[in-house]
T-cell receptor, first 114, second 109 residues
Framework: DTGVSQNPRHKITKRGQNVTFRCDPI?????LYWYRQTLGQGPEFLTY????????KSRLLSDRFSAERPKGSFSTLEIQRTEQGDSAMYLC????????????FGQGTRLTVV | RKEVEQDPGPFNVPEGATVAFNCTYS??????FFWYRQDCRKEPKLLMS???SGNEDGRFTAQLNRASQYISLLIRDSKLSDSATYLC??????????FGRGTSLIVHP
C-alpha cells in the first residue's frame, strides 16, 4: 500500500496521559500536514513540514502538542497531559513538491480522552 | 470571519436532482482550489481540482469566481452514492490546504 498510513487507528487514553501518533506519508512527498477534525467541522490545520523542517504551526497547537519529522520521512504528533477537549480525529496528509498539487490523507487516528 | 465558509446543510435531494454548493474564501491571494469528498468516519478524498476556466468531470462541474472569491460545485443527476460531506479547500501562498466545514448532501430514493 503506497498511500498515507497512520497508526494507531484508534486510541483511548485517560486524561493527563501522553499519547503519540505516527504518520507515514507517500514516499516521494516532501510536504506533510497534520490536521484535527471534530464532529461537524472540517479539518483544522495544526502544523506543516517541508522535508524535516517544521515551517508553520497553528495557534491551535498549544504547548502540549509537539510534532517532529526527524528525517523528512515519517512524522509523529505527541500530545502531553491530554484533556477531554483533545478528543478528535487527527489526520495526516502529504503532498508533492509542487505546491498546488492535491493533498492525500491517511485514515486518521481517532483519539478519545476519558 | 473564517477563511473558507460553506453552508453546512444538509441538502436533502431526491435521486436524479441537480444540486449546487457554494464556498467563499477570504484571502484574495489564494492560488489553488479543490473540492474534497468525505464519507462518514472516513478520510477526505479529492473529488476534483477547480480551475479558473471551470472544469467538468462527468456529472460534476466546478467553477471559480476570483472577483467574488467563491467557488461552486454542481452535481447533476444525483445518485444515492453521492451522499457525503463535500469540503471546499483553498491554498494560499504557503500552499497549506485550508478547509471549509463542509456541506452535507443526502440523496434519497
Amino acid at each position: 500500500d503506497t498511500g498515507v498510513s497512520q497508526n494507531p487507528r484508534h486510541k483511548i487514553t485517560k486524561r493527563g496521559q501522553n499519547v503519540t501518533f505516527r504518520c507515514d506519508p507517500i514516499s516521494e512527498h516532501n510536504r506533510l500536514y497534520w490536521y484535527r477534525q471534530t464532529l461537524g467541522q472540517g479539518p483544522e490545520f495544526l502544523t506543516y513540514f517541508q522535508n524535516e523542517a517544521q515551517l508553520e504551526k497553528s495557534r491551535l497547537l498549544s504547548d502540549r502538542f509537539s510534532a517532529e519529522r526527524p528525517k523528512g520521512s515519517f512524522s509523529t504528533l505527541e500530545i502531553q497531559r491530554t484533556e477531554q477537549g483533545d478528543s478528535a480525529m487527527y489526520l495526516c496528509a502529504s503532498s508533492g513538491v509542487t505546491g498546488d498539487t492535491e493533498a492525500f490523507f491517511g485514515q486518521g487516528t481517532r483519539l478519545t480522552v476519558v | 470571519r473564517k477563511e473558507v465558509e460553506q453552508d453546512p446543510g444538509p441538502f436533502n435531494v431526491p435521486e436524479g436532482a441537480t444540486v449546487a454548493f457554494n464556498c467563499t474564501y477570504s484571502n484574495s491571494a489564494s492560488q489553488s482550489f479543490f473540492w474534497y469528498r468525505q464519507d462518514c468516519r472516513k478520510e477526505p478524498k479529492l473529488l476534483m481540482s477547480v480551475y479558473s476556466s471551470g472544469n467538468e468531470d462527468g456529472r460534476f462541474t466546478a467553477q471559480l469566481n476570483r472577483a467574488s472569491q467563491y467557488i461552486s460545485l454542481l452535481i447533476r443527476d444525483s445518485k444515492l452514492s453521492d451522499s457525503a460531506t463535500y469540503l471546499c479547500v483553498v491554498k494560499g501562498g504557503s500552499y497549506i490546504p485550508t478547509f471549509g466545514r463542509g456541506t452535507s448532501l443526502i440523496v434519497h430514493p
